[in-house]
């Protein structure tokens, strides 16, 4: 059967599988989650833009930390949003590296978001706040709540990975209190919810899925990565319902 894209579950399997069986660590799934982000905003948006990059705690928001260093790396000019780091034990010793990596080439990490998100001091804000395993069920809980509301309310572009936050991964912004994102990175495959984006680009990122899992969940007619690219542009109608 045809498929583009991949529900929660299945999404989760395969994120389980690849650290497991495709013998990835997160540490390397994420460096090439990151950078394939970064290789879509440069393909939008001019060498030298101001950018807010928005990190949330998890691995939506480590995805986002390793995006604002390699985009720091091809001449922009990031700022990182990190209004809650994890803890330094477990996984959370790996974001702090990250975060020492960002202070060692002096981009500059914010605790506490900006009163506002406007022209003057930015050109485009990154979404990387909640990632696929997000229920909107469950609320949005402070410091996000307050991040939220300052995301959409900007009249800025924003580039949202994976999942546009707010959303719910399978039927999108069902109770409109999402964000509306210009850009959606999608990361290994489409989720459900992009069925619902409309902005105008859409990328699939995430060069690192082994052909035998592209098999296995369906995955093989999704376009393929050209030459050294570390993104492809997908078709407006690629995911409509």
């Known amino acids: 059967m045809r498929q583009l894209m991949l529900g929660q579950r299945l999404a989760q399997e395969l994120d389980v599988e690849l650290m497991g069986s495709g013998g990835f660590a997160l540490e ?5 989650a990151g950078l394939s982000v970064a290789c879509a905003i ?14 949330g705690p998890g691995n939506n928001g480590g995805d986002g930390l390793v995006a604002a260093r390699h985009l720091l790396h091809f001449g922009y000019h990031p700022t990182v949003l990190y209004p809650k ?31 506002t998100l406007s022209k003057d001091n930015y050109d485009v804000v990154v979404d990387a706040v909640f990632g696929f395993s997000f229920s909107p069920s469950g609320g949005i809980r402070a410091p996000f709540d307050v991040v939220m509301d300052r995301m959409k309310t900007t009249e800025l572009p924003i580039a949202s990975i994976d999942i546009p936050s707010g959303w719910d991964v ?8 999402g964000l509306r994102p210009a850009m959606l990175v999608s990361l290994t495959a489409p989720k459900l919810c992009a ?8 990328f699939l990122g995430g060069r690192f899925l082994p052909p035998n899992m592209r098999e296995k969940y369906n995955l093989t007619d999704l376009p393929p990565f050209e030459g050294t690219a570390q993104c492809v542009r997908l078709e407006s109608d690629v995911c409509r319902i």
């Open 170 to 177: 399978e039927k999108g912004d069902e109770a409109g209190d």
């Open 195 to 202: 069925a619902h984006f409309t902005g105008e680009h859409h």
């Open 28 to 32: 390397q799934l994420m460096e090439l």
């Open 42 to 55: 440069a393909a939008v948006w001019p060498v030298a833009t101001r950018l807010l990059v928005v990190c």
């Open 85 to 115: 780091a994890p803890k330094d034990s477990g996984t959370g010793i790996f974001y702090k590296n990250l975060l020492t990596q960002l202070e060692k080439i002096d981009v500059p990490v914010l605790d506490t978001t900006p009163e």
